[in-house]
């Protein structure tokens, strides 16, 4: 559900013919591209499908935003304004887009992160850190994200459970090496982009660990209790 290429991010290594190799490898369906601030174009879109029929590609888009990093699936492409969130918000909805916040609490747990800014720690508890401006402009919340430690991860898991929005996994991989790692899994095979985001928004998924290990398993219901501080 997260991952970038070498055709849209600069910082990838990623092929995206490799992709699909890894991603059959681990036993993958399909994958969610989302380019940094871009997204596909048709004329590479389609022939890439083409060539690569039985796994499912999905042309998202990871949007920096004003509060952070959003996951955009079901836009029609990138639109004025929506480096503001609120205005990322007016585009999905006039769309019917879907939207997560990525990696939301990624150093927060790290002293030295806030004391580089000047700032105070990170001290908020998940009920609090839920009533954060961020978390009211999206649909779900990235829970797995495989460049986060385990508590960064577990604590998006509670804040998400606080909202009652659902959570996602993804690799956020931008080479081969982690891809499938973190998942979402969906109640129906996905036959289009615009049946994707019909069953985001009726949230028909749950974020998964473990496919690559034929352990795959529901991070919402099995994730192990970490303290939030030292």
């Not at 969130?85 to 002293?111: C, M, N, S, T, Y």
């Not at 909202?163 to 891809?179: C, E, F, R, V, W």
């Not at 034929?214 to 501080?229: C, D, S, V």
Request: aromatic share 10%; glycine share 10%; net charge negative.
């Amino acid at each position: 559900m997260h991952l970038h290429t070498t055709r849209g991010a600069s910082d990838s290594m990623l092929d995206p013919d490799d992709l699909i190799a890894e991603a059959r490898r681990v036993g993958l369906t399909g994958v969610n591209i989302t380019e940094h601030d871009r997204m596909w174009e048709p004329w590479d879109l389609n022939p890439f499908r083409k060539k690569h029929e039985g796994i499912f590609v999905s042309n998202g888009m990871e949007v920096s935003t004003d509060m952070g990093h959003i996951l955009a699936i079901g836009l029609k492409g990138y639109a004025p304004g929506i480096r503001r969130l609120e205005k990322l918000r007016e585009v999905a909805d006039e769309q019917g887009a879907f939207l997560i916040v990525a990696h939301p609490f990624r150093h927060f747990f790290d002293p030295v992160h806030f004391k580089r800014e000047g700032k105070e720690p990170f001290r908020l508890t998940p009920e609090e850190a839920a009533r954060l401006p961020v978390f009211q402009l999206v649909d779900a919340i990235e829970v797995l994200n495989g460049c986060n430690t385990p508590r960064e991860n577990y604590f998006a898991l509670q804040v998400a459970k606080v909202l009652g929005k659902p959570g996602t996994g993804g690799s956020d991989a931008h080479s081969t090496q982690g891809i499938g790692y973190f998942t979402a899994v969906f109640e129906e095979e996905l036959l289009s982009q615009e049946h994707m985001v019909d069953q985001l928004h009726k949230g028909r998924f749950y974020p998964a660990r473990g496919l690559p290990e034929g352990k795959l398993e529901n991070y919402w219901e099995t994730a192990e209790p970490i303290p939030f501080y030292e």
